[in-house]
Structure formats: C-alpha cells, structure tokens
C-alpha cells in the first residue's frame, strides 16, 4: 500500500443489512456476510477485578430500530443490547465502551441509547463526518461519546482526504475527545508522523494489526513500540489476538506481542473483547479471550492498570 492509499480514511462508513445487495451509482455490488459470534461464551477461569472495562466492543442492531446503512461494506446478523449485556454478565464485565461500527455509519443512536440505559457504566465512540454541526457534536458529547474512530482499510472502503480529517480532529480535540484509528499490518510507520502532530490522544486499534507469524522483530511491530514509547499521547489496545494469530486457536502466538506492548507502556494500554467479532477468519470464544489476560498480564498491578484504571482515565469514569 502506498501513502496516497493509506492516508484514505474511513469517515462516515456505510454498514450493513443481512443478506442483502445495495446499488452504488446503479451498479449492484456483492457484499459479504460475516459469521455471528460464539453464541455460548464459556465462564473464564481468570475472575475480572470489580469495574473491568471492555474498551472495545460493538452493538449491530436491530436493524428494525436501528437500520443498517445502505452503502454497506459488509451483511451481518443483529447482535443487539440484550445479547452484548448477556456476554458481559457471563465474562464478568461491569463497564465498557462501545466502538460504532461500520454497519450504522455516522447513525450512533444504537450507541447513544446503550450508554443512557447504562446507569453511567457504559461509554461510546462515535463515527463522525465533517459534516456535522455542532450542535450534534456537542449532543453526542452529553450522551456519553468521549472519541471518534477513523478505520484506514481498503476492505471497509470509504474514502476521505486529511485536510477533512485534520478539520474533524481539531473539532473533537475541543470536546476532550480523543481519535481511534485502525490501520492496515504493517503501516504504523507511515502514519506516526500524522499521528504524533495530532492535537489529542489517540488509541490504536487491535494491537496495530500485528501479524504473529512475522516474529517480534517485524519492522510494522517495532516502528509501533516506537511509537507507543515516545509519544505520551499514544495509546494501544490489547484486542484482536484472534485477528493477530498465525497458529490459530487458543491465539498463544500472539501473547507475547500484548505482553510487549504492555510492558512497553503499561499505563497506556487498554483492553477489550471485540464482540461480536465483526471479520475474524477464526471466531474466538469471549471466555476464552478473557482467559489469556493473565498469561500477558500475570502481575495483578499491571491487570489492575489494564483493565480498570487506564479505561477508567481515558474514558472519564467516574
């Protein structure tokens, strides 16, 4: 991938109604449908501390109150309120954050509405566009959203340009928000220097998408590391070691990567499951991710940082 390609950003990306085509610019486009999750996560052994936040996690739905947007990337069954609070209930989460996917693009009603029946536990991540006014910035702010997420793949598509990215950040930055950015293995390099210039906290997504198979040595993980250590503004999440893995399930490849990087800067690293796991190749079992927590986090200071005390500072948990 280039830097023109990379520096195209998600803004406002469309998401997706179950097995359905859309019309773009009246020709028809095939669009995937991905697998639900585990529909029976299992009782971790590893207990979560009291107010444990899951920092990344997503609602879908239901698309009969809350409809998929048409400009779709991918198809995918409703994973509504009531299930993602039933998954939290049996891992043993007591607070979270919830990521607007792709599938309602800059529609965060689906968020908004969670966080105010939360009772104060829950927080958001909107999906944003230059666009909007402030007033519904500001609205989104009173309920609850505390940042804004940029997904810089080809396979969401959405294109953007970084003169309405720059205007968009310097906005939120106002609002003490802060940028979640996801980005393509192996492209942390081209983007530190657009990052470091940021005028706000940003959180990178998935651990930088590293790839296990390609050692702890591989340029992409290393330029990361870098990059987490020296900008103070740099957060990272201990997600996706499903998506990292090259050996598959139980993800163990991928652990030394999570320790490395909370060893690096444990008091900027945040975790969370992913649920419902939108585009994995191998569906992880919540439980199960849950229970690889201490093999990358033994010391229970360093689990307390990870999974209370860091999302309780970037978020604003009171």
Known sequence: MNRRECLHLLTGLAGATLASEARAEGTERSIPTIAPPDPNPKTPSFKLPPKSCDSHTHIFG????????????????DAPLETFRSVHERIGVERCVIVNAT????????????IAQSEGVYRGIANVSDEMTEKELAALDKAGVCGCRFAFLKR???VGDMNKFQRIVH?????????????????????????TALPTPYVIDHMGTVQA????????????LDLQKRDEKCWVKITGLERASAAGKPFHDAVPFAKALIDNASDRVIWGTDWPHP???????????????PLYAPDKAI???LLVHNPARLFKFS
């Not at 906005?171 to 990052?195: K, Q, S």
């Open 62 to 77: 239901p698309a009969s109150r809350y409809p998929f947007s048409e400009k779709r990337p991918y198809n995918t069954a």
């Open 103 to 114: 599938v309602h693009g800059t529609d965060n009603r689906v968020v908004s509405d969670a």
């Open 156 to 158: 969401l598509g959405g």
């Open 171 to 195: 906005r939120v930055a106002e609002l003490g928000w802060h940028i979640d950015v996801y980005f393509e293995p192996g492209t942390i390099a081209e983007f530190a220097p657009v990052l």
């Open 213 to 224: 198979g390609k050692g702890l040595d591989d340029p992409g993980f290393t330029a990361l």
């Open 279 to 293: 585009n994995v190749k191998i569906m992880p079992n919540d439980g199960e991710i849950v229970d690889l927590i």
């Open 303 to 305: 689990q307390q940082k």
